[in-house]
């Protein structure tokens, strides 16, 4: 039985799980090479029941059937991006924490960019308008704070 | 009774509160000294009220007073008593608790530190904090009241979570706590100076010490969180873009943009508009960052339409304190003081490029983790954004960042030289380009990404020697007038150095720890032996025995390395039974250089228990980094030039006699 401990509900830390086992040695294929693949493609994917873990770092039941389940397909021959697909077709794209980029996702990849080399951009234009004039040379920190102290208080 | 008293003085304080905001903003129009003047004693009062409110709190909590509900739901007679009083915070009502508690504590230090402030600004700094503390304790009292009775009187209680039940996480809330509501004294101020129309460079020397602590408590709080889960949760991680991690790191990365715009407008009067808006955003985001976690919206929409109470209590809040915050900048932001121009390259361009990216970065956290909330409300697609996504662009929006951090401190003010600067900082170029070289040759397969990792780090860090050597005259006069320049550089110059340099630290312990750690998971029987990094594990065996409020298994493992004496680990489960919960204990052995981490796993009944062991090279210096960061903001917190030239309070007669403005 998997204890989810809402630790959301507690504090600013992820959720964990009670006890550790996650990938269990018995799962593990005897193909060191196929086995590798096995293990990055299972840290690619959601444990559906599980708080925000992948199946790799779960032990739910659910986490240690989908390990088991992409080492046959892995097994049977598939391509990585096959075990995805058909895991995909199964659960949703909810299973993977990769988000594919597709039109429910052009905001969230396409955001990041846009906000760099956008406000980049709008920075560098207004900097060009506003260039500072070589020979006027303005007030350093302390000199404005005396300038303050002169002009301002008391209020 | 003393239930009651408590109860009643978080009432009163609400009532103080409201006060506290409506009286002195009213003054401050009316330009009445004597209205103005009561918003002291207020905070002061407010304090005063929910400390007393707070200790009665927390006086239930020590003795098991079963009666108060909270007491009963969240604490057992047989829990340690450090957990008793820590446990005071690790519900929500109690974590409420203490965040009004820091937030009255720092209006009460503004009312009674605050004394070289210009009165109107004080009054309304004041006023606006009083606001905070109003919404907030109505929101306590309305929604979460930790006083509620509970009849008849249970037995006992049903155990505090046990995860929580550990030295890290215990003092883990009040440091994240005093940042998120240290920046609600920047977010004060910023309204206040909106109000009045004037942010100016004095201001924002006011206002620096206050913006410093509640980074530099937000820092310690973040890494201690990040500890915590790295030694508790048992995969040897330390960082897993949760949401909940993610809500504390948001205000993080905008408090860290706002330290260094402030310092523009403290030296050169420029990005003063900017400065107000950050400050805005940046308590708005600390906001976000407790009361979305509690309301459970983050973990699931579901829990979120079950009990909307409080949830929508907590979004109206947020709402009107951003959306107020912002109106009033679209009103009168255009009105403050234009800032002095600089030229793109120049300090000043630097710090405005570390803004932009520190921001891009938070807004890309943001969308992280609260896109799959849109996207399931818009199309009803449920959809997951793992570490994946927050690598592929989070990651490469800060790298520049990076090297920006160590060119920006050697630029002049107004007008820098790039040509110029990168000479100067030669030394930390060729120890950038060496370090990964020097690496590869020991590591032919080192991925690319690891190698640029590297670079980086050294980068920062020499970067800073570099600066450091450079600033005290290094090579260019004797010896000894270096040393004695070095010594007496200000403490400003320090903060920055080591807090950047703690930054090179802790880039240095993500990038190695991540790209060479080793890991192996085996099933181990009494006497099975496996190597990892190096070091031969023997496994013992697993003894088992009952401990305070919980039972525990604990495995022994003898760790053998080739010339250095044996060691034996105990990595423990244990088993909480009023709680009803497992837990794992690692043991983590460091030098300062690795850790070798181990977790006891499951049993399959035959004696066999399965071990997950991990090496994992320079992880430590991800808290070294984070912890010398902190110290950096307290070394420059401590310099003079912070308390030079406040002005003397003059003689109230004379105060008096003068108009008021506004």
Redesign the interface.
């Known amino acids: 039985m998997v204890l989810r401990l809402l630790i959301a509900a507690v504090l600013l830390v992820p959720i964990a799980v009670s006890s550790v086992h996650a990938v269990e040695p018995s799962e593990r294929l005897a193909d060191p090479a196929l086995e590798a693949r096995a293990r990055a493609l299972s840290k690619e994917l959601r444990c559906l029941v599980c708080q925000n873990q992948s199946i790799d770092e779960s032990n739910a039941d659910l986490a240690h059937d989908l390990r088991q389940l992409l080492r046959q397909r892995l097994v049977a021959g598939d391509t990585d991006q096959q075990v995805l697909d058909y895991l995909t077709a199964r659960y949703g794209v909810f299973v993977l924490l990769d988000p594919p980029f597709e039109p429910l996702t052009w905001i969230l990849w396409l955001t990041p960019p846009v906000l760099v080399i956008g406000g980049g951009g709008l920075l560098l234009l207004r900097a060009r308008r506003r260039r500072p004039d070589p020979a006027v040379p303005d007030l350093t920190g302390d000199e404005s704070v005396r300038a303050a102290l002169l002009l301002d208080e008391p209020r | 009774m003393l239930v009651e008293i408590g109860h009643f003085a978080l009432v009163l304080a609400m009532l103080v509160a409201l006060v506290q905001a409506v009286v002195p903003l009213a003054g401050a129009s009316v330009r009445s000294r004597a209205l103005m003047d009561l918003a002291r004693p207020a905070a002061l009062l407010q304090f005063g009220l929910v400390a007393l409110s707070f200790a009665v709190f927390m006086h239930a909590h020590i003795i098991s007073d079963f009666s108060v509900r909270n007491v009963f739901e969240n604490s057992h007679t047989a829990k340690p008593m450090l957990y008793k009083v820590t446990g005071v915070w690790?519900?929500?009502e109690g974590?409420m608790m203490l965040w009004v508690l820091m937030l009255t504590l720092f209006g009460g230090l503004v009312a009674g530190l605050g004394r070289s402030l210009?009165?109107?600004?004080r009054s309304r700094t004041l006023a606006i904090q009083g606001l905070l503390g109003f919404g907030t304790l109505l929101f306590i009292i309305a929604t979460s009241n930790p006083f509620d009775r509970l009849f008849p009187v249970p037995a006992d209680g049903r155990d505090l979570?046990p995860?929580?039940q550990d030295p890290g996480?215990a003092f883990?809330?009040p440091f994240?706590y005093f940042g998120y509501v240290g920046f609600s004294i920047t977010y004060s101020f910023a309204i206040a100076a909106l109000i009045e129309g004037r942010v100016?460079?004095?201001r924002a020397?006011w206002v620096r010490p206050w913006s410093l602590s509640a980074w530099c408590g937000l820092t310690v709080?973040i890494a201690m969180?990040s500890w915590?889960?790295y030694y508790?949760?048992?995969?040897g991680?330390w960082w897993?873009w949760?949401?909940?991690?993610n809500?504390?790191f948001m205000p993080w990365l905008l408090g860290t943009a706002l330290l260094h715009s402030a310092a523009v407008v403290?030296?050169?009067?420029a990005l003063q508009r900017w400065t107000v808006l950050l400050a805005i955003l940046t308590f708005g985001m600390s906001l976000i960052?407790t009361f979305l976690?509690r309301s459970?919206v983050?973990?699931s929409v579901h829990s979120f339409a079950v009990d909307p109470t409080r949830g929508v209590f907590i979004l109206v809040l947020i709402a009107l304190v951003i959306g107020g915050g912002l109106l009033l900048y679209a009103l009168r932001a255009p009105g403050l003081e234009a800032g002095?121009?600089?030229?793109?390259v120049s300090r000043e361009?630097a710090l405005?490029?570390n803004n932009?990216?520190l921001?891009?970065g938070m807004?890309?956290v943001f969308?992280?983790t609260f896109?799959p909330l849109f996207?399931e409300v818009w199309?009803g697609?449920?959809?997951?954004?793992?570490?994946?996504?927050f690598n592929?662009?989070?990651v490469p929006?800060l790298m520049p960042g990076v090297v920006a951090m160590v060119i920006g401190p050697v630029l002049a003010?107004?007008?820098g030289h790039l040509a110029a600067a990168l000479r100067r900082l030669a030394p930390a170029f060729v120890g950038a380009f060496l370090a990964p070289t020097l690496v590869l040759v020991f590591n032919r397969t080192a991925p690319p990404a690891a190698l640029a990792g590297v670079a980086l780090a050294v980068w920062a860090m020499l970067g800073v020697v570099t600066d450091l050597a450079d600033r005290s005259g290094f090579a260019r006069q004797p010896l000894h007038a270096t040393w004695r320049r070095f010594r007496h550089l200000p403490r400003g110059t320090w903060g920055y150095a080591t807090a950047h340099f703690g930054v090179g630290v802790l880039i240095a312990g993500i990038v190695v720890s991540t790209a060479w750690r080793s890991e192996r998971?085996?099933?181990m029987h009494a006497g099975d032996s496996l190597e990892i990094a190096g070091r031969t594990l023997r496994f013992v065996g697993v003894t088992e025995g009952d401990v305070a409020n919980y039972h525990v298994e604990r495995a022994q493992i003898v760790v053998e390395r080739p010339g250095a004496a044996p060691m034996t680990l105990y990595p423990e489960?244990r088993w909480y039974s009023v709680a009803?919960?497992?837990?794992?204990n690692t043991a983590i052995a460091t030098n300062g250089f690795g850790d070798l981490y181990l977790?006891?796993?499951?049993t399959d009944g035959k004696g066999g228990w399965?071990l997950?062991a991990y090496y994992n090279p320079l992880v430590p210096w991800i808290w070294f980094g984070a912890i010398l960061a902190a110290v950096g903001g307290l070394v420059s917190l401590s310099d003079r030039r912070l308390r030079l030239?406040v002005?003397a309070p003059?003689a109230p007669a004379?105060?008096a006699a003068?108009p008021?403005?506004?």
Do not use: M
Request: hydrophobic content about 40%.
């Open positions: 690790g519900s929500h974590s210009p009165t109107s600004l979570n995860l929580l996480l883990h809330p994240l100016g460079a004095q020397r709080g969180g915590w889960a508790v949760l048992g995969w991680g897993y949760d949401p909940v991690e809500a504390s403290e030296k050169r009067e960052g976690v459970g983050l973990t002095n121009p600089f030229a793109p361009g405005v490029l932009l990216l921001s891009a807004a890309t969308l992280g896109y996207a199309s697609v449920k959809l997951s954004v793992g570490p994946q996504f592929a662009t989070f929006i003010w107004r007008r998971i085996e099933t489960r009803r919960s497992q837990t794992t977790a006891l796993g499951d399965v997950r030239r002005p003059r004379a105060v003068r008021v403005d506004s």
